[in-house]
């Protein structure tokens, strides 16, 4: 069997959605429209947390900061599957699948860090309110951000090193619409003992602990909240909670049940529309779900257009 890793001209072949020659129009007008939603949504909601001096706080840096998050998330996948669909190709080269699967890591991490940040500048505006400014200074969150894309360039370096001293043959079929980690490790002839369990050690740090933080966060909001006499106060805390919850469930409830069940599923079915799910459905859900949600967001959007639309 032809070695492709270390040659720089194999290629691996994705299987994509479906087969079926008469739905590629339909998935490739479907996917593109999701894609310019999403591209459209996010890009507005970072001109308007910029422009709007109202929203220069820390909950709305790190929302700027997943808007841009979820745009690079989706351009990692979606316009490579795009191109293959007008070209009728399905074939994607090593250097290119495992530069796919490392920004893919990169950005589902940051998705998961940001998310947990967000959890804790809640925690801290509505349970220690008058040490809020000094706790949640623009050096710390700064600093977290950074803090944040360090360790993720870090861990899917780790992961890249681990998945080149595996062997692939030439025309390895992917079972995916993208390169996903999970899947190159089942498609590989070499041993991936060390690569699983750093899968698992990764998705149990960079996951669950996250996960149990932003539990313990909203555990203490709600029990602040159920103390709180001001309804305008409730009022206001439920809005900002509200649109973070949405897109911690919607994250949460399809990339971590992807990331630890698919080293040893078989399905790869219900591993792709979970993907479609948290790479492609929810970057384009966020927008809406904190516009429609958050009055702050949803009024700094409408100043932002009515800006654009009285320009000559």
């Not at 947990?116 to 000094?134: E, S």
């Not at 993208?178 to 690569?195: G, M, P, R, V």
């Not at 949405?246 to 399905?267: I, K, M, N, Q």
Request: glycine share 6%; charged share 10%; with cysteine.
């Amino acid at each position: 069997m032809e070695s492709a890793n270390h040659t720089g001209i194999a290629e691996f072949v994705l299987l994509g959605l479906s087969d079926d020659p008469q739905l590629q129009p339909l998935f490739f007008g479907l996917f593109l429209c999701m894609y310019l939603v999403t591209l459209l949504g996010n890009l507005l909601i970072i001109l308007a947390v910029s422009s709007d001096s109202h929203l220069h706080s820390p909950m709305y840096f790190f929302l700027c900061n997943l808007s841009f998050v979820e745009l690079c998330l989706t351009s990692a996948t979606i316009p490579k599957m795009l191109v293959n669909i007008q070209a009728q190709r399905k074939d994607i080269s090593y250097r290119g699948c495992l530069t796919q699967v490392y920004f893919l890591m990169i950005f589902a991490g940051m998705d998961n860090f940001l998310l947990t940040l967000m959890a804790y500048d809640r925690f801290v505006a509505i349970c220690q309110p008058l040490n809020y400014t000094v706790i949640m200074n623009p050096r710390l969150c700064v600093l977290l951000v950074l803090l944040s894309w360090l360790i993720m360039f870090w861990v899917s370096l780790l992961h890249i090193l681990l998945l080149k001293r595996l062997t692939f043959s030439t025309g390895t079929t992917v079972p995916h619409f993208f390169c996903e980690l999970s899947q190159l490790l089942k498609a590989t002839s070499s041993n991936t003992l060390i690569n699983i369990i750093l899968l698992y050690v990764v998705t149990a740090l960079l996951g669950v602990f996250p996960v149990t933080g932003i539990l313990y966060s909203y555990s203490q909001i709600v029990s602040s909240l159920m103390r709180m006499s001001s309804s305008v106060g409730k009022s206001k805390a439920f809005s900002t909670c509200g649109s973070h919850l949405c897109v911690v469930s919607l994250f949460y409830g399809t990339g971590l049940g992807v990331h630890l069940s698919s080293a040893r599923t078989h399905s790869s079915q219900g591993n792709m529309i979970a993907s479609v799910m948290y790479t492609v459905v929810t970057p384009m859900l966020n927008p809406f779900i904190y516009s429609l949600r958050n009055k702050d967001v949803k009024g700094a959007l409408g100043r932002l257009l009515s800006r654009a639309a009285s320009c000559p």
